[in-house]
């Protein structure tokens, strides 16, 4: 038997991310700014509430596309909102939206030096440097 972190209990859901994802490291673009979406949503919430919702998440955050996301509307902010398979927070909705933007600005900065590896993993260690 696997031995694993008491946190995540006996739900199978838990079990999964607990051995598939938490801990190993991420360079999939795509997952890693799922990661980012459902990690805000998550705030004053438990994991396994998000983890009950990612598939929902999944589709209404349009497979988490970040140039999809980056376009959104106050038509797509009601959309949300009225989805009941995710947490209904317009703050929380809206930052999703504003994480998006801020992640794409950092896209036009000449200094990131993009990575062969994706966008968004590609600069997330570029600021390492400064907190370091």
Not at 61 to 85: M, P, Q
Not at 100 to 112: C, D, G, H, R, Y
Request: net charge negative; glycine share 4%.
């Amino acid at each position: 038997m696997k031995k694993r972190c008491e946190w995540c209990g006996s739900n199978p859901q838990y079990i999964a991310s607990h051995d598939d994802e938490w801990g190993i490291p991420v360079h999939n673009d795509r997952l890693l700014f799922e990661f980012l979406i459902l990690e805000g949503a998550q705030a004053g919430l438990s994991w396994l509430t998000i983890l009950k919702k990612r598939e929902n998440y999944r589709k209404a955050f349009h497979a988490f596309d970040c140039e999809r996301i980056a376009k959104y509307t106050e038509a797509d902010v009601t959309r949300l909102l009225s989805d009941s398979d995710i947490v209904r927070n317009q703050l929380k909705i809206e930052s999703s939206i504003i994480m998006t933007l801020s992640f794409m600005a950092l896209l036009v900065i000449p200094e990131i030096k993009l990575s062969d590896r994706g966008l968004f993993d590609g600069t997330r260690f570029e600021f390492m440097e400064f907190f370091v």
